[in-house]
């Protein structure tokens, strides 16, 4: 009869990690530029009209985090202040439950580790590409013309 109660004990246990969800988001990230420590980084979103900032962090050594939790995902963006966009590229990603990585770099910044994130991420990869292809084949198309 005690083993009955280990086995159901057991399975109450492994059902219960496997139907774990995460209630929270955590974003660690890395700015490539040396020159961003002490500036601040913002969580942004936008109301249609404008960014309106969610969190802040102050870049520290060439990281910094965030962490907070969201009731459903939302469109939003990492970046600095719009006087400092030269120090990188603000990212638009989604911002959901989960732990994610950024790196912000002063060519192209990311965000992944959802599996939305992941998804949208690979799409711009792809539209980049294809915007390059298109922007190469014009050039090609301008010096035949001319």
Not at 47 to 66: K, T
Not at 109 to 131: C, H, P
Request: glycine content about 6%; aromatic content about 12%; hydrophobic content about 40%.
């Amino acid at each position: 009869m005690n083993k009955v109660y280990y086995w159901i004990f057991f399975l109450l246990l492994l059902a219960g990690c496997q139907d774990r969800t995460d209630s929270s988001y955590v974003i660690t990230g890395k700015v490539v530029n040396s020159l961003t420590d002490g500036n601040v980084v913002y969580l942004s979103h936008s109301n249609g009209d404008e960014l309106v900032n969610l969190d802040s962090a102050i870049v520290d050594g060439g990281v910094f985090s965030f962490q907070g939790v969201q009731e459903e995902p939302i469109m939003a963006y990492l970046r600095f202040n719009r006087y400092l966009d030269s120090l990188a590229v603000p990212v638009l990603f989604v911002l959901e439950n989960g732990a994610m990585e950024a790196v912000m770099d002063t060519s192209y910044s990311s965000v992944a580790g959802t599996e939305q994130n992941n998804i949208f991420e690979e799409y711009k990869r792809e539209a980049y590409r294809l915007d390059s292809l298109r922007r190469c084949l014009h050039s090609h198309y301008l010096e035949q013309v001319e």
